[in-house]
């Protein structure tokens, strides 16, 4: 297992990571920071950046010293020149759902974090853009909550053959 760099924020949660060699749990404070530091120690790649909406699911396995929240951000970085997999998971309190943008270190996160803004409601401050991406602008609510409702919107398809 790798360890953090050495510029990392103290205190950061870590595990053993599953198709990872590390994750790490930082708090929302430590999210930017911990990443940065990542980046400065040869992590050339943001892979993906996601929203998890636990809500279901509260009992989810956690380091001791993390409390869960009901989302959590999760980002994959990789460094090709060290052959080495981080995964990074960030509670998001569901009352105050927002954490930094990473654009700064990774420019590729930029459509990740509005897919995980425009489907879950997860605010990136500092993003240069936060608008929708997938659903219309006047789309009201986050589609992959899992206390959205379903089928508030029936499926057209274009030139499609009516009923016979």
Request: net charge negative; charged share 25%; glycine share 8%.
């Amino acid at each position: 297992m790798i360890a953090l760099p050495a510029a990392a924020p103290a205190g950061v949660a870590t595990a053993e990571g599953l198709n990872a060699d590390l994750a790490c749990f930082p708090t929302r404070e430590q999210y930017r920071p911990l990443v940065a530091s990542f980046r400065a120690d040869g992590y050339e790649m943001c892979v993906d950046l996601c929203a998890v909406d636990y809500l279901t699911h509260p009992g989810r396995e956690l380091p001791e010293g993390v409390a869960p929240e009901r989302f959590e951000v999760v980002v994959n970085l990789l460094s090709l020149s060290k052959r080495q997999r981080v995964r990074i998971r960030v509670q998001v309190p569901e009352n105050d759902s927002v954490v930094e943008s990473l654009f700064g270190e990774y420019p590729g996160t930029e459509a990740m974090e509005r897919e995980a803004y425009d489907l879950f409601g997860v605010v990136f401050s500092n993003h240069p853009d936060l608008t929708r991406i997938l659903m219309p602008e006047d789309w009201e609510g986050h589609p992959l909550r899992k206390d959205y409702g379903i089928g508030r919107v029936p499926v057209q398809f274009k030139e499609a053959p009516g009923p016979r």
